[in-house]
């Protein structure tokens, strides 16, 4: 892990992961933070395959290259509010608190140096105006939430975070300045400064929320940004409200392009993956992680000046059938998903075969595409052939009819067992797992699901044993028995479309 030197970072009580994902309601207010309430989680329910404790990892990749200066991870917009159907539907809050609990294992499982929290952790201000109450126990959720992390954590203050849309004092944010601190603050990592500013200035008489960093933060940030430029860092801002959408009116944004450290802003609000520039400073507008696919980014700032943006999400289509809700377009395209600003994140596949015609298979800005606009394309684990292995990866469909994980195949594909994800109904359901020997296929196990494209559906698959199991997790699992368990290779595949790969990871079982 990045050493990480602090400065007006608010230390926040650690409880054990185990601690909050077992909690239950998880409205705390009555309760100290090392309270461990005592219910079942979500994500009890749905158990390993078999102890990844007792296997050794044979190929793994995230495709990232080395060398950057530190790993963060950004999360916009979680908007917690348990019980609340009003103005977004009962689908988006129905299942926030089995979602938030599912968010802090991700982001452990992740291993961030830091995860920066960019604004509307939870429902208050802006449209919504709760109880004070409520909101009090909301913030008390909030504190709870962050302490179930295994790294440092920033909140940022969001329009959904103060507790009245139209609030006039900083007063009023005293209850989260007691849990949280500063409004805003900065944290040097390996030569880079993360600035996280506040964005929601009070408005003593207004009618209106005020959008903007206000004077006295501009002041503060300009001596901050001179001296990173004496100490030769480079500074990435976050914050809540995009520059473009202020209505404050000050020197905020010839502050930051004069400077010439700022290398990047990111910020929430707007639910969707969008690029733009206040100046020449791009701002990365991130996709929220209230609606489907519940999306979070990894952010990699490498020496020199680099920053990869990558997409990820969590992986959470049982709720409600959430894969066939997701707001079209709120993601973007490809490159508004994974991209690299001020550079070339582009890798060479390592120990990965490509087989299928017209198939294109490339590697940059954090994943793996692979398209096969007319027909089938494969990309086999370049290692012996083995049987008794798990293989896991996470991916995602992109105008495909089908996509999915190849087992036990031979050389060319041919002879093989396939655990398939498709959104074209028919006897085989949605999920099947089907092996094909001299060109006949048997299918050995279905089930039915709403598959979409722009959800990232994490790919479980066990060979041990004489049997096959095909766990992705939150779904249905599938295993059917494979006598004389042959050996092959393992990967991946898609079919008259394109697949992003985030991760992949080949391990032996003990």
């Keep these: 892990m990045s050493k990480i030197n602090e400065q007006n970072l608010t230390t926040l009580h650690i409880l054990t992961r185990r601690n909050f994902l077992k909690s239950g309601s998880l409205l ?63 689908k988006q809050f129905r299942h926030t608190e089995e979602r938030m609990r599912d968010l802090v294992e991700t982001l452990n499982n992740e291993t961030p140096d830091i995860s920066i929290h960019g604004g509307d952790v939870i429902d208050a201000g802006t449209a919504f105006v709760p109880p004070y109450d409520e909101y009090i126990k909301q913030l008390n959720y909030e504190k709870e939430m962050l302490n179930g992390l295994i790294h440092p954590a920033i909140p940022i203050i969001g329009n959904h975070e103060v507790p009245d849309a139209y609030y006039e004092s900083e007063s009023e944010l005293d209850e989260w300045k007691k849990r949280f601190g500063p409004l805003y603050r900065f944290t040097d990592i390996n030569g880079w400064r993360l600035v996280c500013l506040n964005t929601m200035s009070p408005n003593p008489g207004g009618s209106k929320p005020l959008y903007g960093v206000d004077d006295e933060q501009v002041k503060w940030l300009s001596a901050i940004l001179d001296e990173a430029i004496q100490k030769k860092l480079r500074v990435l801002l976050f914050a809540h409200i995009p520059p473009n959408e202020f209505n404050y009116s000050n020197d905020f944004e010839n502050v930051i392009t004069s400077a010439g450290c700022v290398k990047g802003m990111m910020v929430g609000h707007d639910h969707t993956n969008h690029i733009y520039k206040t100046g020449d400073i791009p701002v990365m507008i991130r996709a929220s992680n209230v609606a489907s696919p519940f999306a979070y980014s990894m952010v990699y700032p490498y020496p020199d000046g680099r920053i990869l943006v990558k997409q990820k999400s969590q992986h959470f289509p049982f709720i409600d059938y959430m894969s066939n809700i997701i707001t079209p377009g709120a993601q973007g395209t490809e490159n508004d998903r994974y991209f690299t600003l001020n550079g070339s994140s582009d890798m060479q596949p390592d120990r990965l075969t490509e087989l299928g015609n017209n198939t294109d298979v490339r590697i940059a800005d954090g ?75 048997e299918t050995l196990g279905v089930s039915w699901f709403n598959i979409s494209d722009g959800i990232s559906y994490k790919f479980v698959v066990e060979v041990k044993d004489g049997s096959i199991i095909f766990h992705p997790k939150n779904m249905p699992e599938l295993s059917a028995k494979i006598p004389n368990t042959p050996k092959g290779k393992f990967g991946f595949f898609v079919e008259n479309g394109k697949m992003f790969v985030t991760d992949l990871k080949l391990e032996k079982l003990g």
């Design 367 to 441: 994943h793996l595409s692979v398209d096969a606009p007319n027909g089938k394309g494969l990309v086999l684990i370049d290692l012996p052939d083995m049987n008794n292995v798990r293989l896991i990866f996470s991916a995602v469909k992109e105008g495909a009819t089908h996509i999915g994980a190849v087992a036990c195949t031979n050389g060319d594909g041919s002879d093989r067992i396939d655990c398939v994800l498709t959104s074209e109904y028919g006897t085989d359901g949605n999920m099947y797992i089907a092996s094909y020997s001299g060109g006949k296929k």
């Design 28 to 90: 705390v207010s009555a309760l100290p933070f090392s309270t461990c309430l005592t219910c079942i989680s979500c994500s009890d329910r749905y158990k390993p395959v078999s102890n990844s404790n007792n296997s050794k990892v044979l190929y793994a990749s995230d495709f990232i290259p080395d060398g950057y200066s530190c790993k963060l991870a950004f999360i916009a917009d979680h908007h917690y509010w348990p019980n609340h159907y009003k103005n977004w539907g009962a």
